[in-house]
């Protein structure tokens, strides 16, 4: 039987484009209210509509200190509660200076840890603040709240040739530091935290590989499941919903792969 999120409200930050609106469509399927934040102001009123009277999209910079508490509490207002967020913002710092060390530039670094972790760490914040804010349930127990992260298999299985950011490897490694000992302060108020990690997915940021018939081949033997290909929007759904469903209530601290089979495939190269 699926996950259900019926009477949950989510918030998804960075939840107009991309993996985080299918998450968002998904979400709502399972029976949740949904509302997602973006910063391009058409893709916020795209996602409105498509996501209809159950979802509600707002214009926010991850970045901004001030996006996800105002989330959270158009959740609160619009749909009575607020029970889970998703973090999915982030990207590349590669047109900012992140790369391999020795070609990393100081502004890429800052850039690239402001967008993929600061951020992070933000939401993350507002949510445990209005979690421990909220009341306990009828048998005194912390009514408490569940946070997915989303991390990327890069953050632990490098991939030197074609995916050398190590900003973003930082990053995403931070993430899973972060994640892990959040859960371990916060399990005893009952609030969850767990990560989400693709490898190449077809996104918007992953345009320069899906583009390079190198590093596809490349990928095709590092993801070889389903055929060996990119991974979709989709694919990391049923584990976002499951980690945010009162299924998943005695798993935190988890790191949970959606990778094809990257982290445990050694991958070919052409050869040269």
Known sequence: MPASLKDKS????????????????????????????????SN???????????????IGDATDPAAAPR???DARRHFGGFHGLYHVAGGSG?????????????EGWAFTLGLNLTGLMMSNRAAVRAFMSSSKTAEGVPAGGT?????SVLGYSPSPKYFSTHAYATAKA????????????????????NVLAPALVATPMSKRAQTDD?????????????????????????AAIYLLSDESRFVTGQVLAIDGGW???EGQYAPT
């Open 10 to 41: 989510i918030v998804i930050i960075g939840g107009t484009t991309g993996l985080g609106l299918s998450a968002a469509k998904a979400c709502i399927a399972a029976g949740a209210s949904v509302v997602v934040v973006g910063r391009d102001e």
């Open 174 to 193: 931070a993430i899973i530091g972060l994640t892990r000992s959040c859960a371990a302060y916060y399990a005893p108020h009952n609030i969850r935290f």
């Open 94 to 106: 590669r047109a900012a200076g992140d790369g391999p060390l020795h070609e990393l530039t100081d």
């Open 44 to 58: 916020a009123a795209a996602a409105g509509t498509e996501l209809g009277a159950f979802g509600r999209a707002i």
């Open 214 to 238: 190198e590093v596809m081949a490349f990928v095709k033997t590092k993801q070889p499941l389903d055929g060996g290909r990119i991974g979709a929007a989709e694919d990391c759904d049923a």
């Open 147 to 151: 946070i997915v992260n989303m991390g």
């Open 71 to 73: 989330a959270i509490d």
């Open 263 to 265: 982290g445990v495939t």
